[in-house]
């Protein structure tokens, strides 16, 4: 039975004070710290960095005492139907524990939801309603401003949220529709947000799948974002789309690989719940807008608690690429991508393509590097070779050196040239991470080329003041709940967690995603290419070690993954489950028209097209890669 908006008297089960403020990654209070504040009475906040939140908006003030809570809702009078017993679960059976209830509601068209699946109201059916409700529930951040998800696409029609693009079928391509969708969608919710904007809610940034408010009360300000999870699509296909279909959307998942909300509106919302109360429980976060911003959420998250308690590293400033004179063109550190023609001797006693990578090779890598923050310096000459021995090794830093011709060197003819700069026949002078300083100093047989420093004739270097693992309990967070997702087979969770992981590192190179004061400190282009040349390098070492005991040497490499031509039980995987060991990724039979493909190819780009045609039917696996950042 349909439980009506006029039966208000559900509130009164937890009856709110007044809304805690809230605040998003341009404004100047902790949003965090006001909600962990134990007195009823809010005081100011010190002033570490803010949750993750996309939005742009003018800086609040702080107010020493709290404002008259002006924003309590009259219920209307109930109408003559039939009571029921208020705040009984709803879900079948509830799923998850309630961490995540003070912090989001969900909104279907038949009723309004704590993550946990307590039933507060009935329908929505309004904008104005819509403000009652947000205003009423005095939600609190955690890591990211509250969220109030609408859910199912009755929910949206009730509001008059309702746009039509076109059939997929009139676009040759989806990022022409997602366009269009997105901007019908802005125009919309622009001309239907007007009695939330009258009663003094104002918009951070133009509305669309995610529409941030703010609502000043005295010196406070309070925020919330209402998700969309109907046109999510308009902005993800942005990010994640390719070859025309929706990719991955954030804790909603992917309709590719079946981990996209049901379809009907309940056990979408139960689902979503679990979801929620699972991040909040995990991650000690809500997820964020996208799963770079969530990523973003836990570190501002952690270095609060730093500077609470001064202990641990706090890096509080950006780490933009210095003026390189002679930069590389692309990636600082550039991934792995290489293809070799198969010869004999490979096709002969295989019958298997099996692709092998590195456990969640980003996060461990993140987890266990020192990296480098405050203003570099500058070295020239002697004393920039100079600043390259120490006690510990080179210091975090970036440094112009030559890499020597590869034919001059002994190296395996079946593997890549250990760095991606590298030529075969001439020097080449380029920019590289201590990472790289240090695997090109390592010996052949663990994928270096045996270098000293003297070899590779250091003439300039930007050094960085101060090291440390600025990032490992980030990784722990994410490493422990991955475990968790891996341990109970939520395919769902474990990938959002690699899209947290990945999505943060990849964005670490644009500042147009940190533009705020207070999400500056995210900008770190030098971390995320000392990570990428860790993993090719950790890599590259293993690829020796096999060739080196089992006589097997890679057709392929991209990212952290290595391609090989394998015998029936041959197994190139680590027995380690540890993350940056290396795991079987796909696995498929060497069939007669591949091997005749793989025998006939004419150049490298025929062996890509055959591999990528023998592995696509495995292409949205519950795999361990990297893949495109």
């Excluded at 009695?195 to 919330?224: C, N, Q, Y």
């Excluded at 405050?374 to 112009?400: C, I, N």
């Amino acid at each position: 039975m349909s439980r009506p908006w006029e039966q208000i008297a559900l509130f009164d089960l937890h009856q709110p004070s007044a809304p805690d403020p809230v605040t998003d990654e341009a404004d100047e209070i902790d949003a965090e710290d006001i909600a962990e504040e134990e007195s009823p009475t809010p005081t100011a906040a010190p002033e570490p960095s803010i949750p993750a939140a996309a939005a742009e908006s003018p800086t609040p003030t702080v107010a020493a005492e709290p404002p008259t809570p002006d924003v309590a809702v009259e219920p209307p009078t109930a109408p003559e139907t039939e009571p029921t017993a208020p705040g009984r679960p709803v879900w079948e059976s509830l799923p998850v524990g309630v961490e995540a209830d003070e912090h989001a509601l969900i909104v279907t068209a038949d009723g309004t939801y704590t993550p946990s699946g307590r039933e507060l109201t009935g329908p929505v059916d309004s904008v104005e309603k819509l403000d009652k409700l947000v205003r009423w529930a005095a939600l609190t951040p955690l890591g990211s401003p509250p969220q109030v998800w609408i859910v199912g696409q009755g929910a949206c029609e009730s509001l008059g949220w309702v746009i039509d693009p076109g059939s997929e079928d009139d676009f040759d391509d989806m990022e022409a529709l997602r366009t269009r969708a997105a901007a019908d969608l802005t125009a919309v919710l622009q001309a239907t947000l007007t009695p939330m904007l009258t009663a003094g809610w104002e918009l951070r940034g133009d509305p669309g799948h995610v529409v941030h408010l703010s609502r000043s009360i005295g010196k406070f300000t309070s925020m919330v974002d209402v998700v969309i999870e109907p046109y999510v699509w308009t902005y993800w296909n942005k990010d994640f789309g390719w070859n025309n279909r929706v990719g991955e959307m954030g804790i909603l998942g992917s309709p590719a690989a079946g981990t996209y909300l049901p379809d009907e509106d309940l056990p979408a919302a139960r689902e979503l719940g679990r979801r929620l109360a699972w991040c909040a429980r995990h991650l000690g976060v809500l997820p964020g807008p996208t799963p770079a911003r969530t990523g973003a959420a836990i570190v501002d998250k952690i270095k609060r608690e730093r500077t609470r308690s001064g202990k641990g590293l706090v890096v509080a400033t950006a780490g933009p690429v210095p003026p390189l004179d002679g930069a590389p063109r692309g990636d600082l550190e550039p991934a792995a991508g290489w293809t070799r023609m198969p010869d004999t001797d490979d096709l002969e006693g295989v019958c298997r393509l099996v692709s092998i990578d590195q456990r969640a090779a980003y996060l461990a890598s993140a987890g266990m590097l020192e990296f480098g923050y405050g203003q570099p310096t500058h070295l020239t000459g002697q004393a920039a070779a100079a600043a390259a021995v120490g006690e510990k090794g080179a210091p975090f830093g970036l440094w112009r050196i030559t890499l020597p011709p590869g034919r001059t060197l002994s190296l395996p003819e079946k593997l890549p040239l250990p760095h991606p700069h590298m030529l075969a026949d001439q020097p080449v002078q380029t920019w590289v991470t201590t990472v790289s300083l240090d695997g090109l100093c390592s010996p052949v047989a663990d994928g270096g080329i045996g270098a000293d420093l003297d070899d590779l004739d250091i003439v300039e270097s930007w050094v960085f003041p101060e090291q440390g693992r600025v990032l490992d309990k980030w990784a722990k967070i994410l490493r422990e709940a991955r475990k968790v997702s891996v341990d109970t087979g939520d395919v769902a969770t474990k990938r959002f967690i690699g899209s947290c992981y990945k999505g943060y590192i990849g964005r670490m190179v644009n500042p147009d995603m940190w533009t705020a004061t207070r999400m500056a400190h995210h900008h770190q282009p030098v971390w995320r290419a000392a990570i990428i040349a860790h993993c090719r390098w950790r890599g590259r070492r293993v690829a020796m070690r096999i060739g080196r005991e089992r006589g097997r040497w890679p057709i392929r490499t991209v990212t952290d993954s290595w391609v090989y031509l394998l015998a029936g039980g041959e197994d190139l995987a680590d027995e380690s489950v540890a993350l940056g060991k290396m795991a079987v990724e796909k696995d498929t039979p060497l069939t007669d028209p591949l091997q005749s493909a793989l025998a006939s190819a004419q150049d490298v780009h025929e062996v890509n097209l055959a591999i990528r045609a023998a592995f696509a039917d495995e292409e949205f696996a519950d795999d361990e890669g990297e893949g495109v950042l």
